[in-house]
């Protein structure tokens, strides 16, 4: 299974909660992250500048050598899942970005749509700090 932040294109909220209201990331298949990707692709193009991988709508994952990792690129930076090559950070997308990403009440009903399914973990990072994103 993958872990990805479940931020994609198009959600009215600018970071995905559960019911106790901490931020989670999906754990999805390698099928199913290869369809998201193919779904989202070319989408998403948030040029705000902010701080925290995923803060763009991204995988949410940091490399060790302190870039964010994407999509493309998740499993051959970071490793199979759950991605211990990297530091999950799962950071809450950006005020402005949010217009570009999808959140979980779009992820549930893709995924059975193609018969698969995805479940979500807490976030293992603290929320980035949103106070200096411009």
Known sequence: M???????????????????HRL??????????????AQIKGSGQC??????????????????GGKCVGFAELISRCGPPPHAGCARECAPVHKSCVGHVLGR??????AASIGLTVSFQPAAAPEADTSTMK
């Not at 040029?47 to 060790?64: E, H, I, L, N, S």
């Not at 009440?105 to 893709?110: D, Y």
Request: aromatic share 8%; with cysteine; net charge positive.
């Open 47 to 64: 040029q705000t500048v902010c701080r925290g991988c995923g803060c763009k709508g991204g995988p949410g994952y940091r490399a060790p």
């Open 2 to 20: 993958l872990l990805l932040p479940l931020f994609f294109l198009g959600s009215s909220g600018a970071q995905a909660e559960d019911e106790d």
């Open 105 to 110: 009440a779009w992820l549930k009903p893709f």
């Open 24 to 37: 989670v990331c999906p754990i999805m298949s390698a099928e199913l992250v290869k369809k998201v990707a």
